[in-house]
């Protein structure tokens, strides 16, 4: 059996972050999930299931290099696993849904509903 690897903060990020894109990604899912390390192998991140398995089980972690891969087999930004994402794992479905129908709006509606919530957020505070 091996060792329990201890993570270092940024491992621990991409971990979290990796469950969630496999947790979130149609068609891949139990860990171990043949189609997720189907893809992931045929999308050049060469990740077998055992080395998702040893992943989950944290013995072997996400390294910088490893998580480059993923980046560009799951269609992710350079750096999207080593980055915290921790307020969007906090939001309810519906404040999901009202930040996806946000994002696809031009950006001058987008500054101008910034501008209204600015707004409203200093008024709340002043009272």
């Not at 709006?105 to 008024?123: F, G, M, R």
């Amino acid at each position: 059996m091996e060792q329990h690897h201890s993570l270092q903060p940024i491992e621990l990020i991409r971990l979290t972050n990796f469950l969630s894109i496999q947790g979130r990604t149609p068609g891949y899912g139990a860990p171990t999930a043949k189609s997720f390390a189907a893809h992931l192998s045929g999308s050049g991140a060469n990740l077998t299931s055992s080395d998702l398995t040893a992943i989950y089980q944290r013995t072997k972690p996400i390294s910088t290099n490893l998580a480059v891969k993923i980046e560009v087999a799951m269609g992710l930004g350079q750096g999207w696993l080593s980055e915290s994402h921790e307020f969007f794992y906090a939001l309810t479905a519906k404040e999901m849904a009202i930040h996806r129908a946000l994002s696809k709006l031009p950006s001058e509606v987008k500054l101008n509903l910034a501008a209204i919530i600015s707004a409203l957020s200093s008024d709340e505070s002043s009272t």
